[in-house]
């Protein structure tokens, strides 16, 4: 993949190896702009930043791993606006070199949570697992040592940017694995405060009893569904703990503004980082009559 022939305005920056799945949800999501792959996430946010790509897909949370370590951390400083979110169905793959069979593979080498997400099939085969950086790379390198007894866990896109086959689809154990990503921007968009929403916002309470209850007792009282909320520390300190959460529903809204000023009083910070439309997926998932 040529990066330097790329058109920033038409350029979307995720972090991992050509074939990670962060490739595939720009692809899916976007697919008329051009993927542009980064070390770290703190580069993927420097090439938004600095204008060598447009948008910055970043994964939040993982329906079966959990949220992504670091992002929480690094997202708030990031200089960067929410403008939309995605929901990226996660279909592993078996990835081998070509004429490899599966009755032949003996190790199996993965993101940590990639192989954890496909232990039924790893203890069926009874392969050995081996630990890599993520599962574009790993993909990479079994392409590169052409040993027909060791096969990557990874995206089909993979398979498709290393040449390699594969061996056996979907295999994860979970079927509701999915990953959620953000996209950002320099530059806010303003979504239809009459359509459905979503806020996202990072605040830290004052440290005196019962300052969580007090500033989220807005949101129930205003009606706003909170669908998350997550504590980190900060700055190594075990007082500093911030909070990062997600609303439905525009600050322009009365209650949700009512919400937010409540949540403000009780709050030593509060910032906004993007709000954007609703992703239809989340509807889907809801049960009849919520």
């Given amino acids: 993949m040529m990066t330097d022939t790329l058109d920033p305005s038409r350029a979307i920056a995720f972090q991992g190896e050509p074939g990670a799945y962060?490739?595939?949800?720009?692809?899916?999501?976007?697919?008329?702009?051009?993927?542009?792959?980064?070390?770290?996430?703190?580069?993927?946010?420097?090439?938004?930043?600095?204008?060598?790509?447009?948008?910055?897909?970043?994964?939040?949370?993982?329906?079966?791993?959990?949220?992504?370590?670091?992002?929480?951390?690094?997202?708030?400083?990031a200089g960067l606006?929410?403008?939309?979110?995605?929901?990226?169905?996660?279909?592993?793959?078996?990835?081998?070199?070509?004429?490899?069979?599966?009755?032949?593979?003996?190790?199996?080498?993965?993101?940590?949570?990639?192989?954890?997400?496909?232990?039924?099939?790893?203890?069926?085969?009874?392969?050995?697992?081996?630990?890599?950086?993520?599962?574009?790379?790993?993909?990479?390198?079994?392409?590169?040592?052409?040993?027909?007894?060791?096969?990557?866990?990874?995206?089909?896109?993979?398979?498709?940017?290393?040449?390699?086959?594969?061996?056996?689809?979907?295999?994860?154990?979970?079927?509701?694995?999915?990953?959620?990503?953000?996209?950002?921007?320099?530059?806010?968009?303003?979504?239809?405060?009459n359509q459905p929403c979503v806020t996202t916002f990072v605040f830290r309470v004052r440290n005196v009893a019962a300052a969580l209850y007090k500033a989220l007792g807005g949101f129930a009282t205003n009606g706003i569904n909170m669908t998350r909320l997550e504590s980190y520390m900060v700055g190594g300190e075990f007082v500093a703990t911030q909070f990062y959460a997600d609303v439905e529903g525009h600050p322009a809204n009365r209650a949700l503004r009512q919400a937010l000023e409540e949540l403000d009083f009780f709050s030593h910070e509060v910032r906004i980082l993007g709000v954007y439309p609703l992703h239809p997926f989340r509807l889907r998932q809801r049960p009849p009559g919520e």
Avoid: W
């Fill in 81 to 193: 606006h929410i403008i939309a979110e995605h929901f990226e169905r996660i279909s592993h793959h078996l990835l081998a070199v070509p004429g490899a069979t599966i009755d032949g593979i003996r190790t199996v080498k993965s993101h940590v949570h990639a192989l954890g997400q496909c232990r039924n099939l790893i203890r069926e085969l009874g392969l050995k697992v081996v630990v890599g950086a993520d599962t574009a790379g790993a993909a990479a390198e079994i392409a590169e040592r052409g040993d027909s007894t060791v096969a990557a866990i990874a995206s089909e896109l993979a398979a498709e940017a290393y040449g390699l086959i594969s061996l056996k689809a979907n295999i994860e154990d979970a079927a509701h694995n999915t990953t959620r990503f953000v996209v950002l921007a320099r530059d806010a968009v303003e979504p239809n405060p």
């Fill in 22 to 77: 962060s490739h595939l949800a720009c692809r899916n999501a976007y697919p008329a702009m051009q993927p542009l792959p980064c070390p770290t996430f703190e580069d993927t946010f420097a090439a938004v930043r600095e204008g060598r790509a447009r948008y910055a897909m970043i994964p939040i949370d993982n329906s079966v791993a959990g949220r992504v370590a670091d992002v929480h951390h690094l997202m708030p400083y």
